[in-house]
C-alpha cells in the first residue's frame, strides 16, 4: 500500500509543462475480478488517447506521451500487488502512480492541470488523527486516516523513560531493579531517587518529567494543527501524560491497555472507534457555524465567488460535494472564473480547485455527499474575513 502526502499534493499541483493525464482506477486485490484491473486501465488509457486527440494532440505524438502508463500494462508484479484503488499522473515531465486504500470511480481527465479531487479524501481534516502510543520503554507517534495509519518518525521525542533520563545530575542519578516476588513472576520496575519521598511518588515525577519531554518533542510538529489526538497507554499512564500535555486537541477518551504489544492497525481500529464520533461532532459544529454566519457575508456557497476567496487564502472551512464535478477555469491575474456546463479544453474541476487551495492554506475541509451541504449546494464555505 502506498501513501498520499501533502506534499505528493503539493507535486501535483503545480503547474505543469503541457497537457496533464490523471487516470483513476478502482482495483481489486483478490479473486477474479483481478484479471480485470490491466483491462480497464488499458480502456481508460484509450480514453485519455482520444481526450488527446480532440484536443489537438499530435496523433504520432500520444503513443510516445502515454509511454511510461503503458509500460504498467506489462508490469506483472505491478498488478500482482494493488490495493482498493489506483491513481496514475502523466505530463511530459512528470510520471506518478499510487495504489490506495479507497476506491475510486474509473475516471480519465485530461487537461493543463492534474485532477486530483478523488485523492482529496486521503488528506482533508476530516477523517486525519494522531495517536500517541506510549509505555515506559517506547514511544510512537502514528499518523492515521479512515483508509490508512502510518508511524510519523519524530527525533526530539525521547525512546523511553531510561533515555529521557539518562543525562540526570548524578546526585539525582537513578538506581534501578528487578526482582521477583514470593508469588512468581517478574516485579515491575523500581526506581529510587535521592530525597524525593517514596519509591512511588518518585517513579511518578519520574514519568511526568519523561512525559513532559515527550510534550516538548511533540511541539513543533502540532504546532498550528487541530486534528485530535488519541492516547494509548496502560490506565496509570494516561492521566500523567495529561498532566503534562499542552496540545489542546487532546481527545479525552484513550486507548487503554500496553500499546508495545498492538500492531500498528490494531491501534488504528481502536483510536477509529473513538475519533469517528468526535470528527462528526466536530462536522456538525462547522455546519451550525455556517448557518449562524449567514447573511454577514463570512458564507458562501457560490462556487465563483468560493474559488476566488479559496485562491486568496480566505477560506477557513470548506464543505464539498463528493463525486460531483464543476469545469471551467480561474485566472489568477483577472481573478476571474468562469464556469461551463461541459468540460471544454483547458478546463479544471473549480470543486478540485477550491478544495485543493482550501487545504494548501491550512483551512478544514469536508468532503461529504451533497445531501449534507447547506442549501444542497455543490460547495459552502466559511471565510476567515
Known amino acids: 500500500m502506498d501513501s498520499f502526502s501533502s506534499d505528493d499534493l503539493r507535486e501535483l499541483i503545480k503547474r505543469q509543462e503541457g497537457l496533464c493525464v490523471s487516470i483513476f482506477l478502482q482495483t481489486y486485490k483478490t479473486g477474479p475480478d483481478v484479471q480485470q484491473n490491466p483491462i480497464r486501465f488499458k480502456n481508460l488509457l484509450g480514453e485519455a488517447e482520444e481526450q488527446l486527440r480532440k484536443m489537438g494532440f499530435r496523433s504520432n505524438k500520444v503513443g510516445s506521451f502515454l509511454q511510461p502508463a503503458r509500460r504498467l500494462l506489462r508490469n506483472t508484479l505491478f498488478w500482482q500487488h494493488q490495493d482498493d484503488g489506483l491513481a496514475v499522473f502523466l505530463s511530459p515531465t512528470l510520471f506518478r502512480n499510487f495504489c490506495l486504500p479507497s476506491t475510486f470511480e474509473d475516471l480519465a481527465v485530461v487537461t493543463d492541470r492534474f485532477h486530483v479531487k478523488p485523492l482529496i479524501p486521503l488528506l482533508g481534516s476530516w477523517g486525519k488523527f494522531y495517536i500517541l502510543a506510549l509505555s515506559q520503554k517506547k514511544v510512537r507517534l502514528l499518523q492515521g486516516t479512515h483508509y490508512k495509519v502510518f508511524d510519523v518518525d519524530i527525533e526530539e521525542v525521547p525512546k523511553g523513560l531510561a533515555d529521557a533520563l539518562k ?156 463525486g460531483l464535478h464543476k469545469w471551467g477555469s480561474f485566472d489568477p491575474d483577472t481573478d476571474t472564473v468562469k464556469l461551463h456546463e461541459e468540460g471544454k479544453p483547458g478546463d479544471e474541476d473549480l470543486l478540485d480547485f477550491a478544495a485543493v487551495h482550501t487545504l494548501l492554506s491550512g483551512g478544514t475541509l469536508h468532503v461529504v455527499e451533497q445531501s449534507l451541504i447547506p442549501d444542497n449546494a455543490p460547495l459552502a464555505a466559511i471565510f476567515r474575513y
Open 167 to 322: 543525562y540526570d545530575d548524578p546526585q539525582r542519578q537513578l538506581q534501578f531493579h528487578t526482582g521477583t516476588p514470593s508469588s512468581g513472576g517478574k516485579r515491575p520496575a523500581i526506581y529510587h531517587g535521592q530525597g524525593v519521598g517514596t519509591d512511588e511518588a518518585q517513579h511518578k515525577v519520574n514519568i511526568l518529567r519523561y512525559f513532559q519531554m515527550v510534550d516538548s518533542g511533540l511541539h513543533e510538529f502540532l504546532k498550528g494543527k487541530h486534528e485530535p489526538l488519541v492516547l494509548a497507554g496502560v490506565e496509570y499512564l494516561l492521566p500523567i501524560y495529561r498532566d503534562a500535555n499542552s496540545y489542546q486537541h487532546l481527545i479525552d477518551e484513550g486507548i487503554s491497555g500496553n500499546p508495545d504489544n498492538l500492531s500498528a492497525k490494531e491501534l488504528h481500529d481502536q483510536a477509529w472507534a473513538i475519533v469517528e464520533p468526535f470528527l462528526l461532532s466536530a462536522q456538525q459544529e462547522d455546519l451550525n457555524t455556517y448557518e449562524n454566519f449567514k447573511g454577514t457575508g463570512r458564507t458562501s456557497n457560490d462556487v465563483k465567488e468560493v474559488v476566488q476567496a479559496a485562491y486568496h487564502k480566505r477560506v477557513a472551512k470548506l464543505f464539498v460535494a463528493l
